[in-house]
């Protein structure tokens, strides 16, 4: 478990690098795919990110569920250790807006990002190919979808620790889960039905 637990730090770590980025370009379009340096690394080194392993667990044992707890536990220190180190305004200013968007929308927004990083993972994993990553994060990011270590990465830089943006994102980190089960909960009943 101590493995899994360092990986998923490291994923935090990355994924705060790549908010940081995002955050440093004046342009949001080069920002989005710059972003996606964070999700490469990841794969590359294959570390451990909650919303690339969470659509997992309906293909795993129950018991992998408690992996993917240690992931998001570990993917939280990262973001908090990164975050921490690089106070920032425009976070600030990033998670001010985010808070004003209804709790429902937030969470439609979450599931779509969900489902855009399992494709992300699964392509890379079947595939070894980045253009997937480099298009769904660019996506996600350009879409106003919600990726909830990312927005604990930002939560952090922007100093903006308050009840209300905890209950955004616990709403966020479920609607990830659902959309990361998208894809594997319909080719499960797929495969269950063609048997």
Known sequence: MLKHLIKAILAGICIAIGCNVYLACDNRY??????????MTILLFELNLYTGKVGYIINNKP?????????????????????????????????????QIPLGNVF???IMCGL????????YKT?????????????????????SIADIAYFIMGRVLTLESLIFIIIVIVGNAMGGMIIPACNKLIDNNTK
């Open 116 to 123: 855009l990083m399992f494709i992300a993972v699964d392509a």
């Open 108 to 110: 439609c927004k979450s």
């Open 127 to 147: 595939h070894k190919t980045f253009v997937p990553a480099i298009f769904c994060v660019a996506t996600f990011i350009l879409s106003g979808y919600e990726h």
């Open 30 to 39: 080069v920002g989005a795919i710059l972003f996606a340096t964070g999700l």
């Open 63 to 99: 018991d992998f569920i408690k992996v993917v707890g240690i992931i998001l536990a570990g993917n939280i220190i990262g973001c908090i250790c990164t975050g921490l180190c690089f106070p920032s305004e425009l976070a600030t200013v990033l998670c001010e807006n985010k808070l």
